[in-house]
């Protein structure tokens, strides 16, 4: 065993606040700068990484977004192109059936005119004959009448 010494007064140590850097050496610190800076780089790279995420999506949802505002207005014009068909496909049925209509009371009118006109020419025909026998008779009996007298 060694003998104790008696104890000896230590010169008081005064403290200096140590900043962490200087309690490091230049190798040291220049580890802490590099670790520091790659930090950072990490956390504006994944700082801009979420925002390039964020606006990736915004861009998709505005992507749909226009995507179904467009097919919207495409169905849109294509139920007025439709709805226009059909109402000049009705338009010109109607005009057709019209067209149709008046046709057939053209005929009509035309029937109606010969068979009044069949009518009358059988009425003059009949009234012709009447009057040829009538004139017939007259001569019949005026002949008759002649012979008697004479």
């Known amino acids: 065993m060694k ?5 000896q007064p230590v010169a ?3 403290s200096q606040p140590v900043s962490p850097r200087s309690a490091l050496s230049s190798e040291q610190q220049m580890e802490l700068e590099v670790m520091k800076l790659k930090m950072d780089s990490e956390e504006r790279e994944k700082r801009l990484r979420f925002e390039a995420e964020a606006l990736e999506r915004k861009e998709k949802i505005e992507a749909e977004e226009r995507r179904e505002l467009r097919e ?7 139920i007025e192109r439709q709805e226009k068909a059909e109402a000049l496909g009705k338009k ?3 005009e057709a059936e019209a067209l149709e209509k008046e046709k057939q009371e053209a005929i009509e009118r035309q029937e109606k005119a010969e068979a009044l006109q069949r009518k009358q020419r059988i009425e003059e025909e009949r009234q012709e004959k009447r009057e ?5 008779r007259s001569v019949r009996l005026l002949r008759k009448t002649e012979k008697l007298l004479f």
């Open 92 to 94: 010109e049925r109607q």
């Open 12 to 14: 008081p140590v005064v």
């Open 132 to 136: 040829a026998l009538q004139r017939r």
């Open 3 to 7: 003998a104790l010494s008696p104890v």
């Open 72 to 78: 919207r207005e495409l169905k849109k014009e294509a």
